[in-house]
């Protein structure tokens, strides 16, 4: 196993107190283990455990440690005993049990460390020159499509340059690509991915609407907890919906179908700029939210 004990936890968490039975968290850590397997390959988790490279191994511990010890926490809420589940309570050391909402903050924290750690180790992989990654089916996709990774997504739809949240969306970035833009496109597509990023504007088009699209399909086939809440929320602001109020299932579909046309519009614009001086057709209303009049 990658991390042999509570004082190892300890230092990798900051909160895990190094007395703790070891045992209670065992089966965690290899839980936490196979979830990110599913985003970096077995070989790459092999050669972390070998110890070859100690820097991937220590940016592989740290969103382990820190995804398994929230998981134990959350278990032992409750105590699971012979008859039945027990809720314990002591104020013999002046201590008192957390308010449900101090709970869900506290859970809402180590959940972005995990993210935050397994963003940190994604780039360090796409930044390095170890085989096992860059060998990978995940990465070799990734190479086909014209968006390459989470910072470069995020110019194009703010997703808080996570690339965890990226690989979850590449699926649907390749679909988008596949089954609509490079359609649109026409010929030499394969120009297009070669193009200078952040100067070419046919590209730059073409991303817009890449992104909008796979943002649109993901929220209609992910489970919404996997999708970071302010992603959502600000789309919708700019929409003229609340951003204080959390989403309903209706506002995020509704969210989804304005992402939708919004991807026409950019494919729209990106024929305009492939051929030059192209007819500028309006296939999409302007919906501005201060355009607050009617016509009787």
């Not at 988790?45 to 592989?60: D, R």
């Not at 957390?98 to 935050?116: C, G, I, K, N, V």
Request: hydrophobic fraction near 40%.
């Amino acid at each position: 196993m990658l991390i042999k004990d509570a004082k190892e936890l300890r230092q990798l968490t900051g909160n895990y107190y190094a007395n703790n039975d070891f045992s209670k968290v065992v089966g965690e850590l290899e839980q936490a283990r196979e979830e990110l397997v599913l985003l970096i390959g077995e070989k790459v988790m092999a050669l972390a455990e070998s110890g070859e490279n100690e820097t991937l191994t220590a940016k592989v511990k740290r969103p382990m440690a820190i995804l398994a010890t929230l998981r134990m926490y959350q278990k032992n809420d409750l105590s699971h005993e012979d008859d039945g589940r027990k809720f314990k309570t002591s104020t013999d050391n002046g201590e008192k049990l957390p308010w449900e909402w101090q709970l869900d903050r506290d859970d809402a924290m180590h959940l972005e460390s995990y993210y935050r750690g397994v963003d940190a180790l994604i780039r360090f992989l796409d930044g390095s020159d170890i085989a096992e990654w860059k060998e990978s089916e995940t990465y070799k996709v990734r190479q086909s499509l014209i968006i390459r990774n989470g910072q470069e997504f995020n110019r194009y739809f703010p997703i808080e340059n996570s690339e965890r949240m990226y690989l979850l969306l590449v699926p649907f970035i390749r679909e988008a690509q596949m089954l609509t833009v490079k359609k649109a496109y026409g010929q030499d597509w394969d120009s297009l991915l070669t193009a200078e990023r952040g100067v070419d504007e046919v590209r730059y088009a073409a991303c817009v609407a890449t992104a909008l699209l796979a943002m649109s399909i993901a929220l209609h086939r992910l489970p919404l907890k996997l999708i970071p809440s302010g992603v959502i929320r600000g789309y919708m602001a700019e929409n003229g919906m609340s951003k204080s109020q959390p989403a309903t299932y209706e506002e995020i579909i509704k969210s989804a179908d304005w992402m939708r046309e919004d991807a026409a519009m950019w494919i729209n614009q990106m024929k305009q700029l492939r051929d030059g001086d192209a007819p500028n057709y309006d296939l999409v209303p302007n919906n501005n939210p201060r355009n607050k009049y009617c016509s009787l």
